[in-house]
Every structure is written in C-alpha cells, then in structure tokens.
C-alpha cells in the first residue's frame, strides 16, 4: 500500500515552483494568455505556447503536456476544465483534471504543482475549484500513480484561504 500523497498549498507564481510538471489552466486554442499560463509563459518562454497550440485545439475536458521551456519543472501540463462557451461543468472540469494526472505514469512525474484549473473567467469559485481537485485527488486509481507530492499554486489570499477551507473540510469529514 502506497503512502498518502502529500499536499502543499503556496501563494506565488506556479512557474518557480521546482517539480517535475506545472498544471495551469488552458482554454480550447490553448493559448497562454492569462493568470497561471501568462506566468509560465513569460517565465519559460514563448516556446511552451507555440508547442501547446500545435497540439490543439482541443475539447474542455482534455489536457496536453508540452516542455517546460526554462522553468526548473520539466513539464508543463495545460488542462482545459473550462470551454469557450464557459459553462461551469463538473464533470468536464474534473476530467481536465483527471487528464492532467494521466502524464504522471507514462512521463513517470512524481511531484506536481496544480493551479485552481476552472478559476479563470470565475466560472469556477476558487473553493469549487480546490473541491474538483481535492477529490480527484482522492480518487481510488491515486494509489497507481505513485505519487509523491502536489502543490496547490495559488495567486492571492482569497485563492490561498478557500483551498486552506477546502482541504480542512475534506479532513474534518475523513474524521
């Protein structure tokens, strides 16, 4: 039995973080253009958009991982929770989630950092966001990705308190 994978929340720019893979948010074009993806971008470089829009477009839902350009991460893992039409849809937010955490066997990535994917537009509340996260990451399949840490980058107070809120209600319910 694999141990509990360990969760960290910073506030901060996710594209400092040193880890093996970043999770920003990405819309269907899969252009880096604001929050979380502007910041990976203008830190790695312009690189990491153009070969994340070679890959696309894609669906909300889905995810795509591209280098990471200059960052210290290896990876960056744009996961689109949220479509154009932005609709705030569970199920397609936690399947972007669910399909950012499929790189973790085949690229064989053991810490990420997750940005509130969904958040962007406030189509999503930041504690809507960290509940879709926290209880993906609950899932039974976690066991089988051998993870060993996430990281919750958050932007400000706000973001940082409702994942803070979100993880302590997750815990109290455990009890």
Do not use: C
Not at 2 to 23: F, H, K, N, R, T
Not at 99 to 122: K, V, Y
């Amino acid at each position: 039995m694999a141990s509990p994978i360990e969760i960290d929340v910073w506030q901060g720019e996710i594209a400092e973080l040193e880890v093996d893979a970043l999770v920003v948010p990405a819309n269907e074009s899969l252009f880096m253009t604001a929050g979380a993806a502007a910041s990976v971008k203008r830190l790695g470089g312009d690189e990491i958009e153009r070969n994340a829009v070679d890959q696309g477009p894609t669906e909300s839902g889905n995810a795509i991982a591209t280098h990471a350009g200059s960052l210290a991460a290896a990876y960056i893992i744009h996961a689109v929770g949220v479509g154009h039409e932005r609709t705030a849809d569970r199920e397609r937010l936690t399947a972007a989630i669910r399909a950012a955490l499929s790189f973790a066997a085949p690229f064989q990535l053991r810490r990420f950092a997750f940005s509130l994917i969904g958040t962007e537009h406030g189509v999503f509340t930041p504690a809507e966001a960290a509940d879709a996260l926290l209880a993906e990451l609950e899932g039974s399949d976690m066991m089988d990705r051998r993870l060993d840490s996430i990281v919750i980058a958050t932007a400000n107070a706000s973001e940082t308190h409702a994942v803070n809120e979100a993880i302590a209600a997750r815990r109290a319910q455990a009890r």
